[in-house]
């Protein structure tokens, strides 16, 4: 059974930092490219970041230079640390597994106060 696990969402003022996690069990982390991707109400999900098996890195534009993701396979763990947060960026934040398929976690909420 797959499983993804996010935590680490919360509130935080504008400027601050969170680190969000995800957590993976069924998969064979090290083959999955993956990714983290967030809804706002109202909103469609848009990409935030994504990682690769092999370490390769994209990010939207809208946080390049604030968010690093990062993996480490010995823990099957994949990482999204946040920087200089702003209110729009409030949002739940999903983490994504993918190879042929792709697996979802449940999602944890990020919100930025003003």
């Known amino acids: 059974q797959v499983q993804l696990v996010e935590s680490g969402g919360g509130v935080v003022q504008a400027g601050g930092s969170l680190r969000l996690s995800c957590a993976t069990s069924g998969i064979i982390f090290s083959a999955y490219n993956m990714g983290w991707y967030r809804q706002a109400p109202g909103k469609q999900r848009e990409l935030v970041a994504l990682?690769?098996?092999?370490?390769?890195?994209n990010y939207a534009d809208s946080v390049k230079g604030r968010f690093t993701i990062s993996r480490d396979n010995a823990k099957n763990t994949v990482y999204l640390q946040m920087n200089s947060l702003k209110p729009e960026d409030t949002a739940d934040y999903y983490c994504?597994?993918?190879?042929?398929?792709?697996?979802w976690g449940k999602g944890t909420l990020v919100t930025v106060s003003s």
């Open positions: 994504a597994a993918n190879r042929v398929l792709t697996y």
């Open positions: 990682i690769a098996s092999g370490g390769t890195t």
